[in-house]
């Protein structure tokens, strides 16, 4: 089910950010007013919501601006971003979910800056991780090569990527049958035929804490990660083979901490 847009408008904004949620409300105020502030006002935020009840939805409700509700999206977080994706208006867009947020004003500007600077069709930036209060320096941000992401020597960070929306017309969207690693699969498809620009810059600060999908269960999100690579190892098979070795290494490293 879902709401009207709260200001209806025929123009196509610059971006769309979509937002999933599910009660949400010690967290989402963060991410919107990291919105809100945003030099680039261009802007559509769509949130796809999975039955909140702790007042997720009346904090929506009195968010300003142009918006849209999806409401009680069920069928897991990659349905749920893909349902996000369908309702974009947006010459861009971006995931921010409910427990991240943008690490400054001029996130959306320079993002829009990087587009328009040469033809590209996503834009990869850094997180800033917040554990424990404290934030960890962000790792710095390579040019990105297809060989070098299939290798495990680039990461992608999915809180600062921002996706030209007619690319999914080209590589189709997150594969719903996926848990942990529908954004590797999604990078792998894009990478091969869409172009990358980089922006060596926090984009998006990410709260890594107990409830995160990619702090618990790590060594089921790697094995899932490891099926999902194997795919596409006709592509590059010399990167997936030193990728292997790197996979063998984190899994004992995994296990040892489980232990």
Sequence with gaps: MSDSPSIPALDTPTFSIVTCTWNSVATLADTLASVQRQSCRDVEHIFVDGGST???????????GRKRVLRDVKGGISRAMNQGIEAASGEFLAHLHSDDYYAGDDVLASVAERFAS?????????????????????????????????????WVA??????????????????????????????????????????DRALTIFRDHAGSVSSANKIKARQEEFQVRKRYLGHAPLAFGIYCLRYLKRMRALRAEAA
């Design 54 to 64: 702790d007042g997720t939805l009346e904090m929506i409700a009195a968010y300003p």
């Design 118 to 154: 040469e033809r590209v069709d996503w834009v990869v930036g850094a997180v800033q991780v917040l554990k424990d209060g404290q934030f960890i320096p962000p790792y710095k941000v390579l040019p990105f090569t297809y060989r070098s992401f299939a290798a495990g020597h680039a």
């Design 158 to 199: 999915h809180p600062a990527v921002f996706i030209r929306r007619s690319a999914f017309g080209q590589v189709g969207m997150f594969d719903e049958g996926l848990k942990y690693a529908m954004d590797v699969d999604l990078w792998l498809r894009l990478g091969r035929v869409a172009r990358p620009a980089t922006l």
